[in-house]
């Protein structure tokens, strides 16, 4: 048995399918070369065992990507369906009444008057 190109492609054909991850392909691939190499020739399991490594390292981040890219979709939604309501944010108003006697408040800051309903 050679360790050329040839016969890696044929192995990685073997294991290759569709509907599988690209770590599910490589584990299948690692397995095989697992059982059919010997020697000097299984030095390049090191190679497939580093880029399964790297591909269970970055599962985390893509899952993360997919989030954000979630939560950005969910942002670019028409400026009447968005919740526009400060409070929540840390934001700290003031409290004060108008020289009608209604109720007001406003953020730190700003000048724009929100009134408050008597219930």
Known sequence: MSLGKEYLKKIWDSVWEENLSEIEVQR?????????????????LIAVGRK???????????????????HRNRSDLPIELKDTRTEGDGTEWIIEKDNEGKIFKRAIGSHEKIYLEDK
Do not use: Q, T, V
Not at 28 to 42: I, N, P, S, T
């Open 52 to 70: 399964i490594d790297e591909l269970e390292m970055n599962l985390p981040f893509s899952n993360l990507l997919a989030k954000s890219e979630e």
């Open 28 to 44: 299948k691939y690692f397995a095989k070369l697992d059982k059919e190499l010997k020697g000097e020739d299984r030095f390049h």
